[in-house]
């Protein structure tokens, strides 16, 4: 059984440059949870998803940042115009009842 | 929001000891896991615990939820144990929700 797959793992953009994340939750589970995590933090609650709806978008900064998850396909992460204090690791989790699976992160590096 | 503390910050313990982990939470929950998150980033999954004991070879835990507590063990701690280890909560409101992390506690396994 698959588990929760990001890509890419690693993403250099420069600054101004757009990044897409993206998340493919593990199968039968329609719940996707983005989380950012910065350099010796801990990890924060971003936007919370189901299929073609964004339920809690309440971690989420109010510019640049957007998410989605459509019907068809993974959910995708969007940072346009990055700032290096964008730079972190992104994670993903998805659910089907209660337990939180996470992926391996995709790795933003703002240059 | 719901509050969530992790001690100690930081732990070093020589290869066959044991340790406790602590996690307080501020209000009931529905979801309380643990993570590992090893030195290359990467989280995993340990345990589902939002009440009562669980075991998983060398790592058990133990929820007190009346008390707002969880407990993680180490026992004959080996050098691939060494990480960071999240307490991660969603509080008690009736639907799944994100998950708060605490600050961890980051723990080094020497020879």
């Known amino acids: 059984n698959a588990g929760v797959m990001q890509n890419p793992r690693h993403l250099v953009r420069r600054r101004g440059q757009e990044a897409r994340l993206r998340c493919s939750p593990m199968?039968?589970?329609?719940?996707v949870y983005w989380y950012r995590q910065l350099p010796e933090e801990g990890l924060k609650f971003m936007v919370y998803?189901?299929?073609?709806?964004?339920?809690?978008e309440s971690g989420m900064p109010k510019e640049r940042f957007s998410a989605e998850f459509p019907k068809e396909g993974p959910s995708i992460l969007r940072i346009q115009q990055v700032v290096r204090g964008d730079s972190a690791a992104y994670f993903c989790?998805?659910?089907?009842?209660?337990?939180?699976?996470f992926g391996p992160g995709t790795r933003l590096t703002v240059t | 929001g719901i509050q969530v503390e992790q001690s100690p910050p930081d732990l070093i313990l020589q290869e066959g000891a044991n340790s406790t982990l602590r996690c307080n939470f501020s209000?009931?929950?529905?979801?309380l896991q643990w993570f590992h998150q090893n030195p290359w980033g990467q989280l995993i999954n340990l345990f589902y615990?939002?009440?009562g004991t669980k075991q998983n070879g060398r790592l058990s835990a133990t929820t007190v939820a009346t008390e707002r507590y969880s407990l993680l063990y180490i026992s004959s701690s080996q050098t691939t144990d060494s990480g960071v280890y999240f307490c991660?909560?969603?509080?008690?409101?009736?639907?799944?929700?994100?998950?708060?992390f605490g600050t961890g506690t980051r723990l080094q396994v020497t020879l």
């Open positions: 991660a909560v969603a509080p008690n409101t009736g639907t799944a929700s994100k998950l708060t």
């Open positions: 998803l189901q299929k073609e709806n964004i339920i809690d």
């Open positions: 199968k039968g589970h329609s719940h």
């Open positions: 615990i939002p009440s």
């Open positions: 989790a998805s659910r089907n009842y209660y337990e939180q699976y």
């Open positions: 209000d009931s929950v529905n979801n």
